[in-house]
């Protein structure tokens, strides 16, 4: 089959998985007794909707998908190197907290201090990856188990560096003081919190699609990925390009919480992990493991979040944590791809039958 | 007179890679038969036995056994009405004994307590009716390979097996025990069993069976009775034209060494050592083939040699370099290549496109990427050099490799194995599970790359192949080369009394 093919079908697929998540998102809402479509259309309106410049829900769907297209970006990374890390919320929070220390006790001027707090950041989470990586690479420690594990130290670390070193008043909720001025990054129009830090999770898409098609260590990280044996095999230094792919991922998710507290809330407080990392990965699972299409998946799970939020809690009284059910249902859709794959293959023999075409017959 | 498995239009799909591996096909065995089917790889006979076997139930056609008409949707089905199946891979509990393994599921009990004695009992007619002694009470983690075969047909035969299935029975056996298994299957046959045998290798088929169906691309091209028939001929029939089998190959002119093993141990997967101080030389310009039976070291030594796998202690140098704890990288800097004897899993990536894959030794070189980024125009003439060079059908440099027959994969796997002339070339069982047009093709590509003036070694279990390229051959038993003989002093006999451990 051509690779083409391949890709037509894997499209056709989440397009599926998306459609019948909402039909039977659908039927919760029925169970609620509200309309449905009225309900969906609320949603989209809520989350996708432009009215004017300073008033549309679009703009704020971008900004709120800003972290998830970097931590979805992050779990295609280590999922390509064949590193099947969930650690990206703990990559995040070290990125972020990192961020929040940095930002408001290092006084540099502007430009150079968030370029240096995000540097710092994404470091931070790399060196937070490296570590179930090179544990598996090296001593073969299943990765799922670290970096869950890593998850939970790293909300503890957080916790506690919120409430003591960085504690900025004696407020009920512990959180750090505000970041300078000159480390904030800059939004697109006064009101929202939509701005530079988009661009940076656009950047980092380009770049990740190059560096994985059309560089030399993206392919070794990929064929390594793939196909370890082959690797090995062929001369590729596996755990090389496997710990490489790992300390980009973490830099991509401390990328995300760095944008997050510089961009969005300019400081860190108490339970400021918001699951972001895991939303993450299922925001790369929904795009199939694609760059490109972790962009369209983010932005879509953003607008569904906001539309709930907005759309259904707001003007139907729709409790909004169905935003949260409705992606879970289509990514339950989307672990029973094999479902929609049956029914694109017999749909396609069928049509090939009415057309008087013969099957193709394959070497 | 009706046939004791008659299969009749029998057409399988497979949707997901628009394969047709079956087309309209009927198949006859006759009663007290054995049946050879015999095709290329990929002609369409595992899946046609699948079907059979209640694996696979067939898109369309009919199955009739004993004359009528029966539905086989798995293989319980199947065992019920007397087809049996030993796979190419057999299904044994390590740990229990023969006797354990071929009652296993058919247990004979009292009040539901096992009772021991009956099994042995029946166990002990089994094998005296059909000829196939094995001790009962052995474990069968101590049997060879062959005695495992037979605990197999015994399993089949107990559940009252009256047509057995055998998948390329004879890939794993040396040539005593392959005449000693021709031996049982003839017996079953005058016994009253009729026996199905898949195989590719055509004096078997000469050897032992009495009709032939022959399967090309899916479809049967003819069935015929074995008396009269010759190899050439049953070739024709399979590959659909003439097939040279003897390559031509002149006087072998070794020159210098490049390959040197000196008193090589290397451990095996469970840390035991697999390899006992081997040692051997290769010269540029022959080839050196190690033969023995499957799982004597032999792929700890090749995983040694090519660096995939740690040397526990000796010294291995490619052309006079030391190259011992060197990793695989360099020794294939220094002129070495490598066909690996798993093409599927270690020899191509199935995911990847076939530039991909053509590229996983070379692609950081300075041809194929610069300043880290792959040159895209390069590879891509690369690749599409190798689909040229080496005839690969129905292939494109961006399409993937999964699709391809096992013939087109391994002819990827030599085009970018022996691109850039390699000085040493470590061939592993370079034609398993080929068909005989496809292993003329890797015999020639072997014989011209020695002519070239490289060293090869050829490690294979395949007699034949051994005696048809190597100049020298030596012979693993147990993690020790345990003889080398000349080409001209090779015989089967010999070989194969090696090959077990025995002593000339």
């Known amino acids: 089959m051509k690779r083409s093919a391949v890709w037509k079908d894997r499209l056709l697929t989440s397009v599926l998985a998306v459609v019948a998540g909402l039909v039977v998102s659908g039927a919760y809402i029925a169970l609620t007794g509200k309309d449905p479509f009225k309900a969906y259309f609320e949603l989209f309106k809520a989350g996708f909707g432009f009215e004017s410049l300073t008033r549309n829900g679009l703009f704020q769907t971008f900004q709120l998908s800003t972290s998830l297209i970097l931590t979805g970006l992050a779990a295609v990374v280590a999922m390509k190197s064949g590193i099947f890390s969930i650690g990206q919320e703990g990559q995040y929070l070290m990125g972020a907290t990192v961020a929040a220390w940095l930002g408001s006790s290092v006084h540099l001027p502007y430009v150079i201090h968030p370029a240096a707090v995000i540097a710092c950041s994404m470091a931070a989470g790399a060196i937070y990856s490296f570590i179930p990586g090179w544990l598996k690479v090296k001593l073969g420690v299943n990765e799922i188990i670290t970096s869950f594990l890593m998850n939970n130290m790293a909300v503890l670390l957080m916790t506690y560096i919120v409430n003591f070193p960085l504690r900025a008043d004696k407020g009920s909720t512990a959180h750090s003081a505000i970041v300078d001025e000159t480390a904030q990054l800059p939004v697109f129009f006064q009101g929202s919190k939509w701005g530079a830090g988009f661009i940076l999770a656009l950047a980092a898409v380009a770049i990740i699609h190059i560096y994985l098609k059309r560089t030399a260590p993206g392919y070794a990280l990929r064929i390594s990925g793939e196909a370890l044996p082959f690797a090995s095999y062929g001369g590729i230094r596996s755990a090389r390009a496997v710990l490489c792919g790992m300390l980009i991922s973490g830099a991509l998710a401390g990328l995300a919480g760095a944008i997050e507290i510089l961009g969005v809330y300019r400081r860190i407080m108490q339970g400021f992990s918001t699951g972001v990392g895991f939303d993450g990965l299922m925001v790369a699972i929904l795009a199939k493991n694609s760059p490109i299409a972790v962009v369209v998946v983010a932005i879509f799970f953003a607008g569904i979040r906001l539309g709930a939020q907005i759309g259904l809690q707001a003007s139907m009284s729709i409790p909004r944590e169905l935003g949260g059910g409705i992606i879970a249902t289509i990514i339950l859709f989307v672990a029973a791809e094999s479902l929609f794959l049956g029914f694109i293959e017999t749909g396609r023999l069928k049509w090939r039958k009415a057309l008087g075409v013969e099957g193709g017959r394959g070497e | ?504």
């Open chain 2, 1 to 504: 007179m009706s046939y004791a498995v008659e299969m009749r239009g029998i057409t399988n799909y497979f949707p997901s890679s628009g394969v047709l591996a079956n087309k309209a096909v009927d198949l006859r065995i006759g009663k007290a038969e054995i049946h050879a089917v015999i095709g290329e790889n990929g002609a369409g006979k595992t899946t046609l036995m699948n079907s059979l076997y209640g694996l696979r139930e067939p898109d369309s056609g009919e199955i009739l056994v004993d004359g009528s008409p029966v539905r086989i949707p798995n293989p319980e089905a199947a065992i019920g009405l007397g087809v049996g199946m030993v796979h190419q891979h057999f299904k044994l509990v390590p740990s229990f004994t023969v006797t354990e393994n071929i009652c296993l599921g058919v247990e004979s009990s009292r009040l539901g307590f096992l009772s021991p004695a009956a099994e042995l009992e029946s166990v002990g007619e089994l094998m005296e009716k059909y000829g196939l002694g094995v001790d009962p009470k052995t474990p069968v983690r101590e049997l060879s390979v062959g005695m495992r075969q037979r605990v197999e047909i015994l399993k089949a035969l107990k559940r009252k097996a009256k047509v057995l299935l055998l998948d390329e029975p004879t890939a794993v056996l040396t040539p005593q025990e392959t005449a000693s298994l021709f031996e049982v299957l003839r017996k079953l046959a005058a016994e009253g069993c009729s026996v199905v045998l898949i195989t590719h290798k055509l004096p078997e088929v000469l050897a032992v069976a009495e009709t032939v169906t022959v399967m090309r691309r899916g479809e049967v091209v003819g069935r015929r009775p074995v008396a009269g028939a010759t190899i050439p001929e049953l070739a024709r029939m399979m590959v659909g034209r003439e097939v040279v089998f003897s390559v031509e190959r002149g006087a072998a002119r070794p020159g210098e060494t490049e390959l040197l093993v000196r008193d090589l141990v290397v451990a095996g997967s469970g840390g035991a050592p697999a390899v006992l101080g081997v040692n051997l030389r290769v010269r540029r310009g022959e080839i050196v083939g190690i033969a023995g039976v499957n799982g004597n070291g032999q792929s700890e030594l090749v995983e040694a040699i090519t660096g995939l796998r740690p040397a526990e202690l000796g010294r291995i140098e490619l052309g006079g370099t030391d190259v011992t704890s060197e990793p695989v990288r360099s020794r294939r800097r220094a002129g070495g290549a490598h066909i690996p004897e798993d093409r599927m899993t270690t020899g191509l990536d199935m995911q990847a496109s076939l530039e991909e894959n053509a590229i996983v030794a070379s692609y950081s070189g300075k041809a194929l990427s610069r300043f880290g980024f792959l040159r895209r125009r390069p590879i891509r003439d690369f690749a599409q050099g190798i689909i040229d060079d080496y005839a690969v059908a129905s292939a494109s440099p961006e399409g993937g490799v999964s699709t391809l027959s096992g013939g087109n994969m391994q002819k990827i796997v030599l085009g970018r194995e022996l691109s850039g002339a390699p000085r040493f070339i470590l061939a592993n069982q370079p034609t398993r599970g080929l068909d005989v047009g496809s292993i003329e093709f890797v015999h020639r590509a072997l014989v011209a790359a020695r002519d070239r003036g490289a060293a090869v070694l050829l490690v294979s279990v395949e007699l034949d192949e051994i005696r048809a390229l190597c100049d020298r051959i030596l012979v693993m038993y147990g993690g020790r080369i345990v003889g080398e003989l000349s080409e001209a002093e090779a015989s089967d006999e010999k070989l194969g009394i090696l090959m077990l451990g025995g002593k000339l």
